[in-house]
């Protein structure tokens, strides 16, 4: 069963930047989609960014130009680089893998952005 493990969540001030990270683990399909999505209190939860293996990526127009997805050299960890932080970018990021048979989600990490 594939996992997830993120980290890298923070309070940062309004202009900062943060980078999480997701680890995947037990992923064996050479084809599969890694992608961020955050979730604040009770509202529905949004996809941040996208990214399949092979490059493709999609990001929601509130973040395009300062957020980037990206992966690590092992390909075990994808990186979701944020800047220009606004407080309504405050919410519990997710992380998911999905491939032919997973469907898989992280257990969130909190990012605060404020003064």
């Known amino acids: 069963q594939v996992q997830l493990v993120e980290s890298g969540g923070g309070l940062v001030q309004p202009g900062g930047s943060l980078t999480l990270s997701c680890t995947v683990t037990n992923s064996v399909f050479s084809r599969y989609t890694v992608s961020w999505h955050r979730q604040f209190l009770v509202e529905q939860r949004e996809l941040v960014a996208s990214?399949?293996?092979?490059?493709?990526?999609n990001f929601a127009d509130s973040v395009k130009g300062r957020f980037t997805i990206s992966r690590g050299n092992a390909d075990h960890t994808w990186y979701l680089q944020m800047r220009n932080l606004k407080p309504e970018d405050t919410a519990v990021y997710y992380c998911?893998?999905?491939?032919?048979?997973?469907?898989?989600w992280g257990q969130g990490t909190q990012v605060t952005v404020s003064s």
């Open positions: 990214s399949t293996k092979s490059g493709e990526v």
């Open positions: 998911n893998y999905k491939d032919l048979l997973n469907d898989s």
